[in-house]
Structure formats: C-alpha cells, structure tokens
C-alpha cells in the first residue's frame, strides 16, 4: 500500500497496532525525547502525542522505528522487493521486434509515473501567513539537556542548484535561533550546501531561496535521506518508491515547488555569507555534535494544512529511528552498488557504527588483492566515501551476522599484513578525525588468503559434520525429544 500523505501512514499504523497515542500532555522539553528513546529501544511503536505540552498541534515520531514500519512506510512485503524493481530498470534494455516492444509498455507507463507533477493548489496552503509569523506555534523539540535549543529534526529542505536550476531535497536539521530564524545545518558535503556555495561564488545575489515541508507521505520523507546522486531529483524517487508522482505546489513567497500534501511549510532565505553558531546537538552518533557555524535560514511565509501534526524524530545513542532508515537504504542501494562493483554479494551496516564508522561487504574474491580493490572503490562511491572502517570478507560469510563476521575475520587476519589505512574524507560529524572533514580511515582484508597473496602456507578448513550423520541425528534428536 502506498499513501496520498502522513495522515494515511498514520491511520494505517494505527489499524496494524503499530502506533500508540499519548492523551495527556508531555513537555517538548526533554520529556518527548525520553518516552521516544525509551519506545524504540524496547522495539516499541510509534507515538502520537496528541498534547504536547503548550500546543494544540499533535506531534509524531517513531514513524520508521522498526523494520515492520519501514516495509510499511514503503508499501512492501520486504525491501529487497525494492532492491529488485531497482535492478530490473538497471538491467533494462531497447526491446527486439513487436512482441518485445509491447511487453515493455508496462514498464515504460510505470516509468512516467516516477515523475513529480505541478499542481496548482494542495492541502499544505489551506492556511497561508506572511506576517506576524513565528516558530512558536510548532511543538519543535528539544530533544537532549546539552542541546543549544530548539531543533527542527525531520525537516524536507529544497532548494535549487543555480547552474541546472535542478530541484534538492535534503534533510538538514535546524536550530531554532528565534521566532523567525533558524541555521541551517547542511554539511560540507551535501547537495544544499554545494548550492550555497555555487551562488556565494557568483556574487550575483545576496540571498538563495530555501522552502522545508515538513510532515509528509513516508516515501517522500524516505526520499530526502537518500544518498541519490545530483541528477536523480527526490521528488522523482519518491514517485518510483509509492508507483504514483508527487505533486508539487509552487510555494506563495519564494520560488520553489513543494509537496502539496505536505502537513507544514516554512518559506524562507538564507543570507548568503551569513553565518551563526550551530549546536551543540545530541548526534546520532550518541555523542553531542560540538557547536560550529552555518548559514542562517530566514522565515518569510509558513503555510500549514488546517490541522497540521507536526513530525519529528531524535538522534541519539543507537538503534534509534534512523537506525531503521539506514538498515532500509542498506537494502535498496546494494543493487546500485553492485552496478558499480559487481563482485559485491552483500553489506551490513551494524547499529554501532552509526552509518559512517563500518562497513561489512562480503565479496566474490577472483584475484590476489580484490579485497583492496573493493575498499578503495566504496571509498570513492558517493556518500560512502565517509566509511571509516571497511572490512571485506568471503563470499560465504554472513555479513549480517556479525558475531560469525567477527569469527571469521580475527581468525583470518594477520594484522600488519591485512589492515590497511588511508586518507581522506571524513563525515562532518566525526569528533574523533584530526581535522573537521577529514583524516584516516581503516580497511580490514579478513578474506582467505591465496598463495598469489604471498600467503605460503596451508590454509585450514572451516570444521563441519558430515551431512549423512547430520540426517541420522536429526532422527534421533526429534526421538530422544530435544526437537521444539
């Protein structure tokens, strides 16, 4: 099933029991946070908090935090369902003779689905305000007791590449400075930032115009995470993930298109060459993100559905909410991966290593140092780039078994001879690298080793019982009654 907006993922949660409505009022201020962290870590469900503390306005979070919710969100059965739509158009090709021609029109309709569509009006502009605007009337969380404030934690942030005038969408947080004011936290390596940075160049214009909805249908907020390279529009992705187009609603005060069925707007501009302290922000690293300065983002509008719910989420000490998210994006993009590195089998991301810290690829090996070669090229794909530590083990290897990872790869390695390290690129958010942005990163060769390798002695193989007696005492273990 797919969804027109939020209030449908919502009533569907709620008929599958997978959402829980709190009628009594809980403080933004810290309190939110706490039965949210609390919820997902005992795998509970998402939350609906109907009086957040000092609003009318209903606030939702834990929206994504498990994996039945995920598959929800995106209207699957499993997400290597995704994986698979995604490898049938990679591999599609021109189609020989009639018959082919017309077996291929299914495909192509549901390719001119994918993309988003102008409309002229939507629920989002129901309520339209450009003065006396504030922040103040949105439930926006304070989620940690060293935050710097206020964080507007889920937002859609769009704006438009100067060169191409090609549509971004990015989830960047924001800190709320004042009614009418926040940052805008967009790391050195993201598509908002590179647009900042192309106009602040130019010197042609003082501002560059910004629009973030937040609130929306799930593949449309699932879009915004997405690592999709520069010339892959969200709003096209979020069209391929729920089969049907996005339709986008031209905003009141700015130039930018925005989901229509969006719950809430806020329109707006960053003042190019403006810049405040940032933070510090409870990361989902489970460590605070020290304060820095980013641009400042200016309110000039906010348009809201009559009766708006405000979503959000928190970061914190894994799993937590985005723990699932990353897990569903390790599923759907492996195929792309393995477009680009096809001796690629599988990858686990782990909780613990908060996306960026480690990776577990297991390979098909077919030459000396193949392992090597696969770190290198995943450190030159995209967002994966910011992978500190890679470890590259067989084939046979369960990768998202990781205490068979582990097993696999201490027996396996000879430290000197098998870990390697490398410079570069480093995640914003690391407080461990030398340097902001950038410093070492560590790849792990924990596959078997071959004498092309170097490796001259004999190589053990893994104990196993034989399968014929494995048969017999299957027999006997359901007779001596140790079955389940």
Known sequence: MH???????????????????IPFEVDPHLEITEFADRAVKSGGPALLFEKPKGYDMPLAINLFASDKRMKMALGVDSLDDIAKRITDFIQLKMPEGLMGKLK?????????????????????????????????????????????????TLPLVFSKNPTTGKRNCGMYRMQVYDSKTTGMHWQLHKQ??????????????????????????PAVMYSAILPLPPEIDEMMMAGFLR??????????TV?????????????????????????????????????????????????????????????????MEDYWMGKSIERVFLPLMRLQIPEVRDISMPAEGVFHNLMLVSIKKSYPGHA?????????????????????????????????????????????????????????????????????????????????????????????????????????????????
């Open 192 to 217: 908002g930032a590179d647009h900042y940075r192309k106009l602040l160049a130019e010197g042609k214009q003082k501002r560059m115009e910004v629009a973030v909805a937040i609130g929306a249908d």
């Open 372 to 484: 090597r070669k696969v770190m290198h090229a995943i450190w030159g794909l995209g967002q994966a780039m910011f992978t500190k530590c890679i470890v590259v083990v067989d084939e046979d290897v369960d990768v998202s078994n990781h205490s068979e990872v582990a097993w696999k790869v201490f027996n396996n390695i000879d430290p000197q001879r098998d870990v390697e390290f490398v410079m570069g690129p480093i995640d914003s958010l690391d407080h461990s690298s030398r340097m902001p942005n950038y410093g070492s990163k560590m790849g792990v060769d924990g596959t078997k080793k071959w004498a092309t390798e170097g490796f001259a002695r004999e190589w053990p193989p893994v104990i196993d019982m034989d399968a014929a007696v494995k048969s017999r005492v299957d027999q006997m273990w359901k007779q001596a009654g140790m079955a389940k």
């Open 104 to 152: 291929m029109l299914p495909m192509l309709a549901e390719i001119g689905s994918f993309f988003p569509k102008e409309v002229s009006s939507g629920p989002v502009q129901e309520v339209v305000k450009t003065d006396n605007l504030s922040l103040d009337e949105f439930p926006i969380l304070h989620c940690w007791p060293q935050d710097g404030g206020r964080f507007i």
């Open 3 to 21: 969804y027109q907006n939020l209030s449908e993922f919502i009533a569907a949660l709620e008929k599958a029991g997978e959402l829980k409505r």
């Open 243 to 252: 089969s049907k187009p996005v339709e986008m609603v031209k905003c009141k």
């Open 255 to 319: 130039d930018i298109e925005v989901p229509a069925e969006a719950e809430i707007v806020l329109e707006g501009y960053i003042e190019l060459g403006e810049l405040r302290s940032e933070g510090p922000f409870g990361d989902h690293t489970g460590f605070y993100t020290l304060p820095d300065d980013y641009p400042v983002f200016h309110l000039t509008a906010i348009t809201h559905r009559k009766k708006p719910t405000y979503a959000c989420t928190i970061v914190g000490p894994p799993p």
